[in-house]
């Protein structure tokens, strides 16, 4: 099963790009990490797009989307929405095809330095992805990155405990859409 682990900040030590790859890892070892600066392109207008096109980065992840059989997405929340970066990408994704994420299935998880890790854009998400025919099968958000996750994996067991419940709830609804 290939596994496109998308953290939507363009940070070079994004802690969601970190977490997206960390939380793949559980679920499967074929996996694509994306990097958001791979995909920084001018911001949309409709304008842009009739003088320039679409940006081939948004055409390069549009098809890294199409060619995973599960998205991990970890958002980054930047004043309680969507990182520029991110949003930008989605919104020239959407002049592709309005059901950019292909009708996949796809795991929401998010992680912050506070106390809310990231549950603002995660609740945001929640309602707005599936709109782009996004199959959310799952969602989880990690609080106080710095305390909970030691580098490599989740520390707080309760925690971790919580995750792992989510990924065997995954891991169901992965096997009932195969069968």
């Known amino acids: 099963m290939k596994i496109v682990a998308i953290g939507t900040s363009s940070s070079k030590k994004s802690i969601n790009k970190t977490f997206a790859a960390y939380t793949a890892s559980l679920i499967s ?3 694509e990490v994306i990097d958001m600066h791979s995909f920084e392109m001018p911001l949309y207008s409709i304008d842009k797009e009739e003088e320039t096109g679409i940006p081939q980065q ?5 098809a890294k989307i199409g060619s995973a ?10 004043n309680g929405t969507y990182t520029a970066v991110f949003k930008n990408l989605m919104d020239w994704c ?8 292909q009708e996949k299935p796809t795991l929401l998880v998010s992680t912050a330095t506070g106390k809310m890790g990231g549950r603002f854009v995660m609740e945001a998400a929640l309602t707005r992805f599936p709109i ?4 959310v099968i799952g969602h989880f ?14 520390s707080n067991s309760e925690l971790l405990h919580e995750l792992e419940n989510v990924i065997v ?6 096997e009932q859409v195969e069968q």
């Open 58 to 62: 948004a055409k390069d992840f549009y």
């Open 94 to 101: 959407s002049r592709i095809q309005g059901a950019f994420f």
């Open 29 to 31: 070892s074929d996996i």
């Open 69 to 78: 059989d599960l998205l991990v997405i970890s958002l980054t929340e930047h």
């Open 132 to 135: 782009h025919s996004a199959k």
């Open 141 to 154: 958000s990690l609080p106080f990155f710095q305390h909970n996750f030691d580098g490599e994996k989740i």
């Open 169 to 174: 709830g995954v891991k169901q609804k992965l």
